[in-house]
């Protein structure tokens, strides 16, 4: 694929700490974007969403990560130490979340060349984590077809219960947070012109769920995103396929995925005999 003439560019977009009046309180109950948050979120980014993109077979992607304007000097160092690291890592800076949009539209044809027509855009949060396969599967699914859908509805909830320690669920969802969006050039508004619960309507749709392609991260400090505690338990995960290294990889009970499984099929055998 890669020595193909493409007609696309991949476009991967972020937002790390850029604010808006939205972000009131973590599911802890903290201010977001505080120094103890921006601490922990530069510490959860670097040991486990950065090295899943590194850790991409496919790198043919551009990956766009808007920040705050007013970032204090100690953390755009990192911010630029990992730019120097790695190169498809670039750094946006802007005020404000409402100037993300007008700004990815200014930017984005930059990267155009003679051969592109469509751009593919997929929105990543910066506490998540790509399978190595993410941006191939989401190229492989490509048609030149302006508003396409391409759904990678498969993943894995992981909830962090302590420093090494975590659960982990299926996460398979139509329409969820890792939708991408193929758009012509002439008229594009990347992903996040719309709610991602919002593509499931669109005519132009293609899925994949033939095996989890993403991690989405739980933990104390994040601002929306709940467990789904009904979803099936994993026994194991394997964290290379994410970039994730030993010394970053997180122990999962089997045992306690087992009790998990078994409470839910009597639950469910339950609920049966009572519709009856």
């Given at each position: 694929?890669?020595?193909?003439?493409?007609?696309?560019?991949?476009?991967?977009?972020?937002?790390?700490?850029?604010?808006?009046?939205?972000?009131?309180?973590t599911?802890?109950?903290?201010?977001?974007?505080?120094?103890?948050?921006?601490?922990?979120r530069?510490?959860?980014?670097?040991?486990?969403?950065f090295?899943?993109?590194?850790?991409?077979?496919?790198?043919?992607?551009?990956?766009?990560?808007?920040?705050?304007?007013?970032?204090?000097?100690?953390?755009?160092e990192?911010?630029?130490?990992?730019q120097?690291?790695?190169?498809?890592?670039?750094?946006?800076?802007?005020?404000?979340?409402?100037?993300?949009?007008?700004?990815?539209?200014?930017?984005?044809?930059?990267?155009?060349?003679?051969?592109?027509?469509?751009?593919?855009t997929?929105?990543?949060?910066?506490?998540?984590?790509?399978?190595?396969?993410?941006?191939?599967?989401?190229q492989?699914?490509?048609?030149?077809?302006?508003?396409?859908?391409?759904?990678?509805?498969?993943?894995?909830?992981?909830?962090?219960?302590?420093?090494?320690?975590?659960?982990?669920?299926?996460?398979?969802?139509?329409?969820?947070?890792?939708?991408?969006?193929?758009?012509?050039i002439?008229?594009?508004?990347?992903?996040?012109?719309e709610?991602?619960?919002?593509?499931r309507?669109?005519?132009?749709?293609?899925?994949?769920?033939?095996?989890?392609?993403?991690i989405?991260?739980?933990h104390?400090?994040?601002?929306?995103?709940?467990?789904f505690k009904?979803?099936?338990?994993?026994?194991?995960?394997?964290?290379?396929?994410?970039?994730?290294?030993?010394?970053?990889?997180?122990?999962?009970?089997?045992?306690?995925?087992?009790?998990?499984n078994?409470?839910?099929?009597?639950?469910?055998?339950?609920?049966?005999?009572?519709?009856k």
């Amino acid at each position: 694929m890669m020595n193909e003439v493409q007609d696309f560019k991949h476009i991967i977009i972020t937002r790390f700490n850029v604010p808006t009046a939205t972000w009131e309180v973590t599911r802890e109950g903290k201010k977001p974007l505080s120094e103890e948050w921006l601490s922990d979120r530069f510490s959860i980014f670097q040991k486990y969403c950065f090295p899943s993109f590194k850790n991409q077979k496919n790198q043919n992607f551009i990956w766009l990560v808007f920040f705050d304007v007013n970032t204090s000097e100690k953390y755009k160092e990192i911010i630029y130490r990992l730019q120097s690291e790695f190169s498809k890592f670039t750094p946006v800076f802007i005020r404000e979340f409402p100037e993300m949009q007008p700004k990815l539209l200014e930017i984005i044809p930059q990267y155009f060349d003679e051969n592109t027509k469509y751009i593919i855009t997929s929105d990543i949060d910066n506490d998540d984590l790509l399978h190595s396969d993410f941006t191939d599967t989401v190229q492989k699914k490509y048609k030149p077809t302006n508003n396409l859908v391409i759904d990678l509805k498969s993943g894995i909830q992981l909830t962090k219960t302590s420093d090494q320690k975590a659960f982990a669920n299926i996460f398979n969802l139509t329409s969820g947070p890792f939708v991408s969006l193929v758009e012509d050039i002439k008229d594009f508004g990347t992903v996040i012109k719309e709610n991602h619960v919002k593509y499931r309507h669109y005519p132009n749709y293609s899925a994949y769920d033939e095996k989890p392609l993403y991690i989405q991260f739980i933990h104390e400090n994040n601002l929306l995103n709940d467990t789904f505690k009904n979803n099936k338990r994993l026994y194991k995960i394997n964290f290379n396929d994410f970039g994730v290294d030993d010394k970053n990889s997180f122990i999962i009970s089997k045992f306690d995925a087992l009790i998990c499984n078994a409470s839910r099929i009597k639950n469910k055998i339950l609920k049966k005999i009572k519709r009856k």
